[in-house]
């Protein structure tokens, strides 16, 4: 099957513009996920997504990022305006269920810079 | 809040050398599991343990999960240069999947 594709794979940016990123999850996964990823250290859940509905928003900074899943398949996730902080891996994941035991497949990610 | 430690932060090992590392918590999960990254590239899943006491083996990897599920190790008997990445465990809260910090593993030939 094919895995979780995520576009761009870097991309840099100054500080206050606007940046988004694509994922497209493994077919007929309903659970997405986007977590950030700082150099050295875990990925950090923002946002899951059921379908196309939130399910945990709760780490989202929403006054600066954004994300949204229509018709429930592919996810952009958009930062505007970014900051220096927001330097990291972004990565999307899916699995089938949301379920503690579903692992999730993980797309290789897209490295932002902002400078 | 449920966190997950890990450690050592950092590993670096000789070919042939065991090791081993660790993912604690104060809070019970229950499960955990484990992954592993490579540069540029996503975590990919190695294990999920789910019982208490747990052991599952894989090649020269062997995961444990702690009696109380609060902790979990990994042992890599003999490691090899493609051992090399960094290791994750991971646990559920709620409905999605907390990340420890990791451990980076470096392994020269």
């Known amino acids: 099957e094919a895995g979780v594709a995520q576009s761009p794979r870097y991309k840099i940016i100054e500080k206050r513009q606007s940046v988004a990123f694509w994922c497209n999850p493994i077919?007929?996964?309903?659970?997405l996920y986007w977590y950030q990823q700082i150099l050295g250290q875990g990925p950090k859940l923002l946002i899951q997504?059921?379908?196309?509905?939130?399910?945990?928003d709760s780490q989202l900074p929403k006054d600066r990022f954004s994300a949204e899943r229509l018709k429930g398949v592919d996810s952009t996730l958009k930062i505007q305006p970014a900051k220096l902080e927001d330097s990291a891996v972004y990565l999307c994941?899916?699995?089938?269920?949301?379920?503690?035991?579903?692992?999730?497949?993980f797309g290789n990610g897209t490295r932002l810079t902002v400078t | 809040t449920q966190l997950l430690e890990q450690s050592p932060q950092f590993l670096s090992i000789q070919e042939g050398e065991n090791l081993t590392v660790y993912c604690n918590s104060s809070?019970?999960?229950?499960?955990l599991q484990w992954y592993r990254q490579e540069p540029g590239e996503g975590p990919v899943l190695l294990v999920t343990?789910?019982?208490?006491?747990e052991v599952k083996k894989l090649k020269r990897l062997t995961f444990q999960f702690g009696d109380a599920r609060k902790d979990s190790s990994l042992h890599i008997t003999a490691a090899q240069p493609g051992d090399t990445g960094l290791y994750l465990c991971?646990?559920?809260?709620?409905?999605?999947?907390?990340f420890g910090k990791g451990t980076t593993l470096s392994v020269s030939s």
């Open positions: 994941a899916s699995s089938p269920l949301r379920a503690a035991l579903s692992p999730l497949h």
């Open positions: 077919s007929g996964h309903a659970t």
């Open positions: 997504f059921q379908n196309n509905g939130v399910v945990d």
């Open positions: 809070s019970v999960f229950s499960s």
């Open positions: 343990v789910v019982t208490g006491g």
């Open positions: 991971a646990g559920p809260a709620g409905t999605a999947l907390i």
